[in-house]
């Protein structure tokens, strides 16, 4: 099994920053690819962006391009996504997510087997 837990959400006014944080944690958890999604309220969840462990392969959704950065540390194997020029768009539940013994990025959540509990952007006008 594969643990995450994620941080580093919050309230924030439109046009600042925020970053998430996700730590993973299980036994002979490696070479794996990390993602982020969101669910806006009363929305589906969608994709924001993935990375796999090593770093060499990012994708991004379109609404994030140029705004959002994703980013990981193999060595605490944690995952990052730096969100800058937030609208209230952005206003969702963000969940962190592992695709293992995976390790190619995948854009759809059926791709990810294991998810943490989410933590919540809200952006203020």
């Known amino acids: 099994q594969v643990q995450l837990v994620e941080s580093g959400g919050g309230l924030v006014q439109a046009g600042g920053s925020v970053r998430l944080s996700c730590a993973a944690s299980?036994?002979?958890?490696?070479?794996?690819?990390l993602g982020w999604f969101r669910q806006p309220p009363g929305k589906e969840r969608e994709f924001v962006a993935a990375?796999?462990?090593?770093?060499?392969?990012?994708k991004y959704a379109d609404s994030v391009k140029g705004r959002f950065t994703i980013s990981g540390d193999t060595a605490k194997k944690s995952v990052y996504l730096q969100m800058n020029s937030l609208s209230l768009e952005d206003t969702a539940l963000y969940y962190c997510?592992?695709?293992?013994?995976?390790?190619?990025?995948?854009?759809?959540?059926?791709?990810?087997?294991?998810w943490g509990q989410g933590t919540r952007v809200t952006v203020s006008s």
């Open positions: 997510a592992a695709r293992w013994p995976q390790t190619t990025v995948d854009d759809t959540s059926s791709g990810y087997k294991f």
């Open positions: 299980g036994r002979g958890f490696s070479s794996y690819a």
């Open positions: 990375v796999d462990w090593r770093g060499l392969n990012a």
